[in-house]
């Protein structure tokens, strides 16, 4: 069975500085690795994902997540913080035992203070 | 492109009730999912599909009912509302490829009482 942690429900950080929100994962094959941001009453919006190739994968709005399969983590990060950032992320995975279909993370809120 | 519209955004339901959430969208997707969000729990697939009229059960199918008539509308019924149910539900999409991401709409917020 899949499934995905996300060991923090909150991130805090001052804008300008570095912004990490960390996943971890457990799959049976090999994993399909998104990232969602959610706004306040809206909908999941995509950030980015990684299928295979390059660990680094460059998403949108500046956000960019490295894939470690040693240690089956997919953490989510951004050199420089904006308050404009501040949201709740959530980490998925698929993979083939599961008919591809998303396990979704619990969520990590992010806060960026001015 | 208005994407995934769901429909209403908000409701309230007395214990007993029934009611259907609409999900439509317009980006000829297979593939359209019902989850549900409750807090610090992430989002729990409760049916999807993979085309019209073909639907299969999620994580948490009880109590809830799917069809698939057309390609662009998915709506989910909720036969005997109960408290359990009060959550807020997110309807997606895809296209059948299963390296693409989701497309979200924004919600229904609903509340059994």
């Known amino acids: 069975a899949q499934s995905v942690a996300q060991p923090e429900d909150q991130v805090n950080v001052a804008e300008g500085n570095p912004l990490t929100v960390k996943c971890t994962y457990s799959v049976s094959g090999n994993p399909y690795l998104f990232w969602y941001v959610q706004y306040p009453n809206r909908g999941l919006q995509f950030l980015l994902k990684y299928i295979t190739g390059d660990n680094l994968v460059k998403g949108s709005y500046g956000f960019e997540a490295e894939f470690n399969k040693s240690q089956t983590s997919f953490h989510l990060k951004k050199p420089s913080a904006l308050v404009s950032d501040s949201a709740l992320y959530f980490c998925a995975v698929s993979d083939r035992s599961n008919d591809y279909k998303l396990s979704f993370g619990a969520g990590t809120t992010v806060t960026v203070r001015a | 492109n208005a994407g995934v519209t769901q429909t209403p955004k908000f409701r309230i339901l007395k214990i007993g009730q029934s009611m259907t959430l609409q999900c439509a969208q317009d980006m000829n997707h297979n593939y359209m999912y019902w989850y549900r969000q409750d807090p610090g729990m992430g989002l729990k697939l409760i049916y999807y599909?993979?085309?019209?009229?073909?639907?299969d059960k999620g994580e948490v199918p009880n109590g809830y009912n799917v069809s698939r008539s057309t390609t662009e509308d998915f709506p989910l019924r909720l036969e005997l509302a109960a408290p359990s149910q009060t959550s807020v539900y997110f309807c997606a999409s895809s296209p059948p490829q299963e390296n693409q991401p989701q497309h979200f709409g924004d919600g229904t917020r609903l509340s059994i009482l």
């Open positions: 599909s993979v085309g019209a009229g073909i639907t």
